[in-house]
């Protein structure tokens, strides 16, 4: 049997390796956006925003003179921890507890914190308030940080959905899948070594680009390399099940591409591949939650952001656990070998 | 079913029906271990379809199939050997590659050097399988069909498309691997392919066997010692596509 799965395996990381327009696409494809991505959007956001510690969802600016300021954007916010994160991150201008006393958290390196705090002062300058300072040193998260993973997931995403699914159906098609079927190899067999194939070359070439792409642009690791690896694997597996639903039975590859596009596009769009969900409604991040893109992202960023450990991830593992067992037994179930 | 150890492969009321069209109705025959057993017909007469529920590819709606009196399952894979009517190959591989994967897809296995010797694929090792001709590709696919020392070899239409020398080197292959041993049923459309190369012929239309026996004792029955008067005063012996016109009314090329 080990023999049979090794056989295809290699058969089929031979063509995939062969096939130069393929192998360039899925390297340069992410890089490019990191890169132009990096270089669009590091170090400009335009808009100032002040974190509110309040329990209420919307900031009433009537309630202290400095919430009337224009030009900024207040954000609630109940955890002061995750908050002070944010302004540590120069992702928040300044946090502000309205007291009283007034109450707020700057981060003496972001220039537009000083603007901020300035601006503070200068509202609450004629109440004679009281005015507690605290202030909270940290690097900027920069947008390459943030999106990298997002951009990795979702060539991730490609490469698993298309490099599987789109590939069996085309050996459907013509014909090759019914010559196997001649032979002594089983589908599991068959699937095992599709499954496989993809697993390795994803990971080597997602590694080869979070290296390179890490290296040159220095971006943020918190966390440790074994969790990351871990996470972009079970994603990987997860991701790859769910090719197989769709290549198990359709037999036109124009078929497959919508079915495949109606998957990618939804997941790319609602997983925080190019901007967070955090503000988004309960409801969309429900929704968020059925993709397993979202549950790679999310554990991600925890790692190479927060320094999330392994334990903190398991929950995010666990998820996609789950799917990639429901989406391989759906797909095997279903599986068929021939075209009719 | 057949007891007889001889009887390499029976087929047993095979039927294939789908919406709307009965493609095979109820065919039965035997082959005999080491003969070449030719399946004749038009295309549509249900040729190939026949013969994918006999390789197991493909579904009977009724009906069964026997490999030395066994039903058809594991051993008859591992036995067996199959080149299909049109098969790709991986994109990206080289012949070599291709036949390496398959032989090790298999727990009985051929030399596969003398598989490369015997199909004249020597030179062509390193080739992309995209880049090969008409003749290499089918002498890729018999190879690939034979890596596993087949008992049993099943041909669809392999001379299909191809010139008539690379024809006439193909029969000679197929006399070979009969040669040593090797059972071989075969499906085409050119009557002189199966006088040449099967001991015994089915004659299919319709998705029915109308006649069956060797090529020599059905033409005899049918014909005797009668000839053919064709114009200018010539005469010539009856063959298959007269006696396929005689039993259906129509050319085997229809």
Same mark, same amino acid.
């Given at each position: 049997m080990l023999r049979r799965i090794y056989a295809i395996f290699v058969s089929r990381n031979r063509e995939f390796l062969r096939d130069r327009a393929s192998l360039s696409w899925n390297l340069v494809l992410p890089v490019a956006l990191v890169f132009g991505l990096s270089f669009a959007?590091?170090?400009? &956001?335009d808009e100032f925003t002040v974190g509110v510690l309040q329990e209420a969802a919307q900031v009433d $600016?009537?309630?202290? $003179?400095?919430?009337? %300021? &224009?030009?900024i954007e207040f954000v609630p916010y109940d955890d002061l921890a995750d908050a002070m994160l944010k302004v540590e991150r120069h992702q928040l201008d300044l946090l502000v507890d309205p007291g009283p006393p007034t109450r707020y958290w700057v981060n003496p390196e972001a220039a537009k914190g000083y603007f901020a705090e300035i601006a503070l002062l200068q509202a609450l300058g004629g109440t004679g308030d009281t005015v507690v300072k605290e202030q909270i040193s940290g690097d900027p998260i920069r947008y390459s940080d943030w999106v990298l993973p997002g951009i990795l997931g979702m060539n991730m995403m490609f490469s698993c959905l298309f490099g599987v699914g789109y590939v069996i159906v085309r050996y459907r098609k013509n014909g090759f899948l019914k010559r196997l079927l001649a %032979? $002594?190899? %089983?589908a599991f067999e068959f699937i095992t070594a599709q499954v496989a194939s993809r697993m390795v070359l994803i990971m080597l070439i997602t590694s080869f680009v979070y290296t390179g792409t890490h290296l040159l642009l220095d971006t943020r690791m918190e966390g440790s390399y074994v969790t990351l690896f871990a996470v972009g694997l079970v994603g990987a597996v997860s991701m790859v099940s769910l090719g197989l639903i769709v290549s198990a039975r359709v037999t036109s590859e124009e078929l497959a591409g919508g079915l495949l596009n109606l998957i990618n596009w939804p997941m790319m769009m609602l997983s925080g591949v190019w901007f967070s969900l955090e503000g988004a409604g309960p409801t969309l991040q429900a929704i968020s939650k059925v993709f397993p893109l979202t549950h790679v992202l999310d554990a991600a960023r925890a790692v190479s952001l927060d320094g999330a450990t392994f334990v903190d991830v398991a929950p995010a593992l666990g998820a996609l656990v789950v799917q990639s067992a429901l989406f391989l037994a759906i797909g095997s179930a279903i599986f068929r070998w021939e075209q009719y | 079913m057949v007891d007889d150890p001889q009887v390499a492969l029976e087929a047993r009321g095979l039927v294939k029906r789908y919406p709307g069209v009965l493609?095979?109705? =109820?065919v039965s025959f035997s082959v005999r271990e080491g003969t070449c057993f030719g399946l004749l017909?038009? /295309?549509?007469? =249900?040729k190939t379809t026949t013969v994918e529920m006999i390789e197991g590819v493909s579904r009977p709606t009724s009906g069964e199939v026997y490999y030395y009196g066994e039903i058809a399952g594991a051993r008859f894979r591992e036995e067996s050997g199959i080149q299909f009517q049109n098969t790709a190959l991986q994109d990206h591989i080289t012949v070599r590659e291709t036949l390496e994967m398959f032989h090790a897809l298999y727990e009985r296995r051929a030399d596969l050097e003398h598989v490369i010797e015997q199909c004249s694929l020597g030179d062509l090792l390193? !080739?992309? /399988? !995209?880049?090969?001709?008409g003749g290499q590709r089918q002498r890729l696919l018999l190879a690939v069909a034979l890596v596993n020392r087949p008992r049993l070899v099943f041909l669809d239409e392999p001379t299909t498309g191809l010139d008539p020398q690379a024809r006439r080197n193909f029969w000679t292959l197929v006399q070979n691997i009969r040669a040593e041993g090797a059972t071989v049923v075969l499906t085409t459309h050119y009557m002189d392919e199966a006088q040449i190369l099967c001991d015994e012929i089915a004659i299919m239309d319709q998705g029915k066997i109308v006649r069956q026996g060797s090529p020599e004792a059905l033409l005899f029955a049918r014909y005797g010692d009668e000839m053919i008067n064709l114009p200018h005063g010539e005469i010539r012996r009856p063959n298959l596509e007269d006696l396929f016109l005689d039993l259906t009314g129509h050319s085997l090329r229809a």
């Open positions: 959007f590091d170090g400009q &956001r $600016p009537a309630a202290h $003179p400095f919430f009337a %300021t &224009r030009y %032979t $002594p190899l %089983t | 493609a095979v109705d =109820g017909g038009p /295309n549509g007469a =249900g390193d !080739r992309d /399988n !995209r880049k090969l001709s």
